[in-house]
């Protein structure tokens, strides 16, 4: 995926922009189509859920709200010009209600000093807060993002793909293929390969979802982002990958989102900042300068 150099809000958009200010600045924007592999569809045929390979991975947003909520752990890692950067997350995600609380952590040289706290990430649909922020936030204070006029519709901005935009960026699967069975902690798992056309899930995703995919599809200068999607026996996603990769200042940018969930059906807790604990002021936004939110 090629991703053109844009700028948004008065700022140039910066890959993790929110969460590891002075890394490394990106465009944005992501898209591109495909056709079902045969051949993958006779072996799902034989060894898996009904269907062929892609409409079984596109029913993954489906069935995530069905059971309800997981926990989950996540990762980010971008390489570019020899710098190699991860982004681990973990917490919880309720799929039914699109509310998640992550606590973030930046590897210790991602600011150029030394370990941070956690950056706390609340996931609400069409929209970001983050606490633990920097860059000249208060603390205490919390950022919101309207994840809808994100070019990239925090995809990657916020260091974790929203788990719900992960599991709706797969109804635009295509090109899929069914790699075979294996295990995941511990669990049976199916093993799934393809490309999702950020466009075609757009129009697919719930209506929530709808606005942020929309304006990552109009975003990116390509739909095509390669995938590897794990399904248990029931359907449910355990694991899923995501590839974007970036052209920016005639720099690649490769960026590998990693979600994985367990602990299905358990509760989770969110409740969203009152307004007066929410910063308005101007925060930093690395070697692109300052941006306000």
Known sequence: MVVRRRRCGGGALVVYALAVAGVMTTGSGCSGAGAEGGAGGRAVAQDGPAGTPAAVVRRAAEEL??????????????AAGGTRVTIRGE???D???????????LPKDAAGAGRRRPITELLAPGALYMKNRGAGVPDGKWVRIDTTALEDGNLVTGGVTDPTASAELLRG????TYV????????????????????????AASP?????LAAAAK?????????????????????????FSFVTEGRAVAVVSTMLLYGFGGPVR????????????????GPSGPETP
């Open 65 to 78: 709200a069905g059971a309800g909520s997981a926990g989950t752990r996540t990762s980010m890692e971008t």
């Open 91 to 93: 917490g919880a995600y």
């Open 95 to 105: 799929f039914r209600r699109q509310l998640g609380r992550i606590e973030v952590v």
């Open 173 to 176: 699967a295509v090109e899929v």
């Open 180 to 203: 075979g069975r294996t295990e995941l902690a511990g669990v049976a798992v199916r093993h799934y390969r393809g490309t999702a056309d950020i466009g075609r899930a757009a129009r």
């Open 208 to 212: 929530s979802s709808r606005g942020a």
């Open 219 to 243: 975003g990116f200068s390509t739909d095509a982002v390669p995938f590897d999607a794990y399904l248990d026996d029931e359907g449910l996603l355990r694991k899923v990958r995501h590839r």
């Open 270 to 285: 969110v409740e969203l900042p009152p307004e007066g604990d929410i910063y308005t002021g101007r925060v930093q936004q």
